[in-house]
Each structure stands twice: as structure tokens, then as C-alpha cells.
């Protein structure tokens, strides 16, 4: 098997093979983590020899070094907009497929030309393609991965990162692509997340994609335990044999065809992970304290959470503490700002928390945009941080009127 491609052969065999149709299309569905149900796919090219099914790995690499790599990835693309151009004919609820496009295609200059060709063609709506780019990708040359992904989005396909986690790419740099999708390696995923390191790594990533508004995948999930691991995460979606393995283009379509249209009414206590809930917990407060401070007292910093700009001043977000407390003052009535300014005061809070104090309320009137005063009332509340031994202030801040 190891002589069947060789750098001289393989451009007439794969030529051969897609001419033949011996190149085809296996579909691995992706489901949603929390309800279970499809939400997209995956398609991965296999080539049919002698009736024996040559999986990627054997021939993918070759296809990198000769380059031919991306006459595959476009036959790939035709075969997946040919299935979903019958399955939306034939009304088998379709799902967004994903498509790997190889490193090589950032050196095509007409790549989201002939991208949106190609879909059109077959009349496909754009929002049903997905674009996945290898991590190794995006180590290139930074700005022209910044112009290939974001000629990609403005036609209104999904972008997604693929293999996140198994190269170098540089956190900074991901925040800049326009991507829609983090997928996770599955080389992140050992075992059963029993080891305590390898969890933090994880909820590190989806934290940094959740806040960077990514939608996540996980890859290569496998068992039940990773599942309720990556759901305690906020993971959105899973890939993975736990789920499906990837299979035929006519066992797929009838996945599809099965796929329950009506939205689920699930029980929000089976269904809900804690980050979700955390994260609808901190909408609520929100709604009500349009701003929230974090203070670590004894260090003198903070950082800031405003909810639909609650105060049209500029505040800084993060930064000294007592320099905050000063800026505040500024903005308060002139007969207010004395008292705003003795209850923040630091040594006076300390003392305050080491004689068992837990809570401070203090309402004060600040001048809005229009030059109007109007009350505001501001309640700390004063809990000992373990992770930093600190004393923590948690600033709610809510106008009155
Ligand atoms: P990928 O894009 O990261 O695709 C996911 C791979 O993980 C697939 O391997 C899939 O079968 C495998 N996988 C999914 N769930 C599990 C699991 O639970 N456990 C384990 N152990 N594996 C799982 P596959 O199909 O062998 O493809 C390997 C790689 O080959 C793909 O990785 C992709 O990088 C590349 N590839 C496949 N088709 C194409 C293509 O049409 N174009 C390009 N450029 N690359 C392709
Ligand atoms: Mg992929
Ligand atoms: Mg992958």
C-alpha cells in the first residue's frame, strides 16, 4: 500500500480517480451538546481502490506536497453542493455542511470567486456551506490570511478553524480572523477530562472562544464522560464517534430526513449546563445593575462590566482602584461627592470587611449627558477571594429613577 501513490503517479491518479468517481464523500453529522440533534456536518474525502476504502491519512499528505490537494478540496465542494441541491429539491431538511479547504488555496487569488461559482451553480443558499481552515493555515502570513477569510464572510459563508489546539497559532492572531467556529483537536481531549491540568486547558480555550463570540466544536468526542465535560464547558456543538462516525452520502441523507423540524420543548433542568446557566444568571443582574465592578481591594485594581452603556462618560474598564473611586467623585453631585468618596475610600473598606462587614449601600446623585442629576444607588458586596487572598468588592450599580 505504501508504493500505491508516489510523488509521480499521484496527479494521474487523482485525476483518474475523481474522473471515475472513485474519490467520494463520507458525511460525519455534528450535534448540538446540549439536545442531542444535528446541527451541521463534516465532509471528508475517501478514495475507493479496488474496492478497499483508502482513508485520508494515506493520501492527503501526498496531495499537500504536490499541491493537487486543491483540485480535491473543489471536486469535494461540487460533490457536497450536488447533495445538498437534492436534498433541498427533495425537502430533507438540509444541514451546513463543512469543507476543508487546504492551506494551498490562500495562494489562489480568485478563491472566494470561484468559491461562490461554484455554490451558485448549484444554487445553493451560502449560509449551508461552511469553510474549514486548518490551524496551520493561519500561522502564515498574517495579513493575507486576514484578506482570504474576510473575502470568505463577506459572501456570507461560515468560516471555521479547524484543528485548534495542534499547531502554534498565537491567540492574538485568532482574535483578528473573522471566523465564526473554534473546533477544539481532538488532541485536547484525552481519556475522560479525569486529569485536572487538561480540563483547565479546555475551559481556558472555550472561555477565550465563548468571550471572543466563536461557536465552538469539539472533535473526536468519544464517550459520555468527555460529553459531560464539554457541556459543563458551554461547548455548543460535538463531533464525534460517541455520536456518529462518518458515513455515506445515503445513510446521511437519512439522518437528515429524520431530523425532527419542530423545535424541542426540553426540560431547561435536563438540558441547561451550568455555564449556560451562569451566563443567564449574569444577564439577569445586568438587566437590573447595568454596571458591575470588580475590586481586589488590597491590590488597588479593577475591572468594569457595563451593560448598554450605563454611563455615557468614559470610564476605563480595568485599572487603579482608588483612581476610579476619584473619577467617580467627579461625576457625582458636589454635595455627594464627599460622602461617594469616604465610602469607597480603600482603608475604610478593609477595616470595614475585617470588623465582619459584608455589604455597603450608598446612594448618590450623578449627572447624566443632559446635565440633569438623578439618583443612583451603589451596594457593594465584600466576599475574601481564596484564588488571590484578597478582599473582594463586587460593585452593583443601578440608577433609582
Ligand atoms: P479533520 O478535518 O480534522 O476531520 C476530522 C477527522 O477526525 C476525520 O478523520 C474524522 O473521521 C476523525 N474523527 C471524528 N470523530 C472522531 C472520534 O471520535 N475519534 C477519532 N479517533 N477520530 C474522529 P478523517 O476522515 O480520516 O480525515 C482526516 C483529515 O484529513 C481531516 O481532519 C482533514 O484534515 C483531512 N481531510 C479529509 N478530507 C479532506 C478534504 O476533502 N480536503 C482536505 N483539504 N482535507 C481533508
Ligand atoms: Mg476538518
Ligand atoms: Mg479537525
Known sequence: MDELFTTENIEEMLDTA????????????????????????????????????ISPAKFIPLLEETKLITRLDWYVLERVCRLLKKQIAEEMHPVKIAVNFSRQHTYETDFSNRLVSIVDKYNIPHKYIEVEITESTIEKNRDTIIAFTGDIKAQGFSIAIDDFGSGLSSLNFIKDIPANVLKIDKSLLSGNCENEKERIVLESIFNFAHRLQLKTVAEGVE?????????????????????????????????CKNRKMEQETDDILTTQPASTATQLLLDAVFTCYPLVIMSNLTRNSFYMMAYDNFTTQSCPSTGVYSELIVHGAATMHPDDQKLFADTFDIADQLAAFARGERTRRVVTRQLGDDNIYRAVETTNYYMQNPAVDDVLAITLSRPLE
Open 18 to 53: 475523481m474522473k471515475q468517481e472513485n474519490i467520494i464523500v463520507y458525511y460525519q453529522p455534528k450535534y448540538d451538546a446540549i439536545t442531542s440533534k444535528i446541527n451541521g456536518s463534516e465532509a471528508l474525502a475517501r478514495w475507493m481502490h479496488q474496492g478497499e476504502i
Open 223 to 255: 464517550t459520555k464522560e468527555q460529553l459531560g465535560f464539554l457541556r459543563t464547558c458551554g461547548c455548543k456543538t460535538i463531533q464525534g464517534f460517541y455520536f456518529s462516525k462518518p458515513i455515506t452520502d445515503m445513510e446521511y441523507c437519512e439522518l
